[in-house]
């Protein structure tokens, strides 16, 4: 069975930093593409990053130079780190594993004060 837990979340003020983390159990994350997604209330799932097998990333616009995704394959772990953060940041923040079939997790929610 696989799950995706994802932990890190909360509340920070506007300018602070959070680190999200996506412990995976069932897959291999170094054999999948893994992502962060984000969905603020009223809004779609829109993707934050992603990192490939080859550890290609990718970053939506919005993030880019404020958040970096990475891998850590000792602990089967996806990381995101989120400086500067902002406002419109603040959604449900969310673990995807991509492959032969996707996996989801539940979410963790980042919300960020002016």
């Known amino acids: 069975q696989v799950q995706l837990v994802e932990s890190g979340g909360g509340l920070v003020q506007a300018g602070g930093s959070l680190r999200l983390s996506c412990a995976a159990s069932g897959i291999i994350v170094s054999f999948y593409t893994m992502g962060w997604y984000r969905q603020a209330p009223g809004n779609q799932r829109e993707l934050v990053a992603t990192i490939t097998r080859g550890s290609t990333t990718k970053y939506a616009g919005s993030v880019k130079g404020r958040f970096t995704i990475s891998r850590d394959n000792a602990k089967n772990t996806v990381l995101l780190q989120m400086n500067s953060l902002k406002p419109e940041d603040t959604a449900v923040y969310y673990c995807?594993?991509?492959?032969?079939?996707?996996?989801w997790g539940q979410g963790t929610q980042v919300t960020v004060s002016s």
């Open positions: 995807k594993g991509e492959g032969l079939r996707d996996y």
